[in-house]
């Protein structure tokens, strides 16, 4: 006899929908979302489809009706619960659209729990699209299978982000003028953290006084270069989940 094909298949279509799933429940899906699982992936009912509700998990959905414009699932079988996500925020200042959206993919990618977006005196731009972003870091959490979503909070001035910091956070401080050894700093943290990235050209002297008599605030440095904003994000993101996130042995 012929081996009983895996359900759900590897190839199955995957994305994220509002919820909360729960096993036998149905969700309706329009616009875009009808549109790729009908017209790209081409879904017939009875076939599979991976849906994140980024509240219960992971389920293989069932689905029940393939219309013209939307398209019906049905929620079969918990696959994996919804991921732990390292408390671990991304404060960021806004640069240009193409490289802020780098970061916040790769933001995703790399397991942030949240991203804030910054204003300094620096910045190219001022303004976030919010659904943009959204649809940004949604994506990014399909392809690389996340089962959670960053959070993506209102752009903020760096002022108003320091005035209003939480007392039990720590802010790690990308200075391109020194500060302790990232490694080191984020090996020896326990607790929530955050890191701060400035613009292109970095934070005025007003602005580095201003975070660097932060009671909250520590001074890092990621090495001997003089690295693009985005580049100092992603790669202060992965050297914490490494040496202090889920990346790492002891945390994982």
Same mark, same amino acid.
């Given at each position: 006899?012929?081996?009983?094909?895996?359900?759900?298949?590897?190839?199955?279509?995957?994305?994220?929908?509002?919820?909360?799933?729960?096993?036998?429940?149905?969700?309706?899906?329009?616009?875009?979302?009808?549109?790729?699982?009908?017209?790209?992936?081409?879904?017939?009912?009875?076939?599979?489809?991976?849906?994140?509700?980024?509240?219960?998990?992971?389920?293989?959905?069932?689905?029940?009706?393939?219309?013209?414009?939307?398209?019906?699932?049905?929620?079969?079988?918990?696959?994996?619960?919804?991921?732990?996500?390292?408390?671990?925020?991304?404060?960021?200042?806004?640069?240009?659209?193409?490289?802020?959206?780098?970061?916040?993919?790769?933001?995703?990618?790399?397991?942030?729990?949240?991203?804030?977006?910054?204003?300094?005196?620096?910045?190219?731009?001022?303004?976030?699209?919010?659904?943009? @972003?959204?649809?940004?870091?949604?994506?990014?959490?399909?392809?690389?299978?996340?089962?959670?979503?960053?959070?993506?909070?209102?752009?903020?001035?760096?002022?108003?982000?320091?005035?209003?910091?939480?007392?039990?956070?720590?802010?790690?401080?990308?200075?391109?003028?020194?500060?302790?050894?990232?490694?080191?700093?984020?090996?020896?943290?326990?607790?929530?953290?955050?890191?701060?990235?400035?613009?292109?050209?970095?934070?005025?002297?007003?602005?580095?006084?201003?975070?660097?008599?932060?009671?909250? @605030?520590?001074?890092?440095?990621?090495?001997?270069?003089?690295?693009?904003?985005?580049?100092?994000?992603?790669?202060?993101?992965?050297?914490?989940?490494?040496?202090?996130?889920?990346?790492?042995?002891?945390?994982?």
């Amino acid at each position: 006899m012929p081996a009983t094909p895996a359900w759900p298949p590897r190839s199955a279509p995957r994305l994220f929908v509002s919820g909360p799933l729960s096993q036998g429940s149905e969700i309706a899906l329009e616009g875009a979302q009808a549109h790729y699982l009908g017209k790209v992936m081409r879904v017939a009912v009875g076939d599979a489809v991976i849906a994140c509700d980024d509240e219960t998990g992971e389920w293989a959905c069932e689905v029940v009706s393939a219309g013209k414009r939307d398209v019906v699932l049905r929620a079969r079988d918990l696959l994996r619960v919804r991921e732990d996500v390292p408390d671990f925020v991304l404060c960021a200042a806004l640069l240009k659209k193409p490289n802020f959206d780098l970061v916040l993919e790769k933001a995703t990618e790399l397991g942030v729990g949240a991203v804030q977006p910054l204003v300094t005196r620096r910045c190219v731009a001022d303004k976030l699209n919010p659904e943009r @972003a959204i649809s940004i870091v949604t994506e990014a959490a399909e392809q690389c299978a996340r089962t959670a979503l960053p959070r993506i909070e209102p752009a903020l001035k760096l002022e108003a982000l320091l005035r209003d910091w939480p007392a039990d956070r720590t802010l790690f401080f990308a200075d391109e003028q020194g500060g302790e050894p990232a490694a080191q700093a984020f090996t020896a943290h326990a607790g929530p953290a955050a890191l701060l990235v400035g613009p292109e050209g970095g934070f005025d002297e007003d602005e580095r006084a201003l975070v660097r008599a932060h009671p909250n @605030a520590r001074a890092i440095t990621l090495g001997p270069r003089i690295l693009r904003a985005e580049t100092a994000s992603i790669s202060a993101i992965a050297l914490w989940m490494a040496v202090a996130g889920d990346w790492s042995p002891v945390n994982s």
